[in-house]
């Protein structure tokens, strides 16, 4: 079992729309999440973590955790055409685990 | 402030030949870690290198080393490479265990 597993994608929306991404995690010891935004031909970039369980929320993107069900999402609000980016969801502190990433298009 | 930069950008190697990949950290930053991440797929870990030691290590072969120089920059190293190995390379560098800022990678096609 993959220590994050992150559903595949691709995902296209149309501009303005609620887009929800989601991991699962296996190990329940984990505390630190993190999700990152990676666009094409370029390193992946930190966008939001959270600790332990909850909701955090920076502008337009609120992240979650749920540990009860080792559930991580991100939610995208009003998404824009420079949202679209490959996602990354990840956890640990030194050395990271990453999902498969999911992709997204916002269509103008 | 220069970020983390990486270098070759590309190349393209033949199997069995061996490369060596170079990363300059984030100013202020003292621990290099480097990933892995194949077309489609997320980064995987390789290692990390803080006072030139490796400090962890991943899921891969001896064939993979690395070293931290004195200046904190790093080298990645793959021996006997396989076409399997072609990937991005991506070096991480952080200030003990604060937030990792990645390079944007080094695009390695074995031929």
């Known amino acids: 079992q993959k220590e994050v597993e992150q559903d595949p994608g691709p995902l296209s929306v149309p501009e303005g729309a609620i887009v929800s991404l989601n991991c699962t995690y296996s190990?329940?010891?984990?505390?630190?999440f993190m999700w990152y935004r990676q666009y094409s031909r370029k390193g992946p970039e930190l966008l939001m973590y959270t600790y332990s369980s909850g909701n955090k929320e920076d502008g337009r993107f609120t992240a979650q955790v749920d540990k009860s069900s080792k559930y991580i999402s991100l939610f995208i609000r009003d998404s824009q055409p420079s949202d679209s980016a490959t996602y990354l969801c990840s956890r640990g502190a030194n050395n990271l685990f990453f999902g498969t990433g999911t992709r997204l298009t916002v269509i103008p | 402030d220069a970020g983390v930069t990486q270098s070759p950008t590309h190349l393209i190697k033949t199997r069995g030949q061996q490369v060596t990949l170079r990363c300059s950290p984030k100013s202020g930053h003292d621990t290099v870690s480097w990933y892995q991440q194949a077309l489609g797929q997320g980064p995987q870990f390789i290692f990390q290198y803080y006072e030139e030691e490796e400090r962890q290590r991943g899921n891969f072969p001896d064939r993979f080393s690395g070293h931290q120089f004195p200046n904190y920059s790093s080298e990645l190293n793959v021996n006997a490479l396989l076409l399997g190995d072609s990937a991005l390379y991506l070096c991480?560098?952080?200030?003990?265990?604060?937030?990792?800022?990645f390079g944007e990678g080094s695009r390695l096609t074995v031929l």
């Open positions: 190990n329940s010891a984990f505390q630190y």
């Open positions: 991480a560098s952080t200030f003990r265990a604060g937030e990792l800022f």
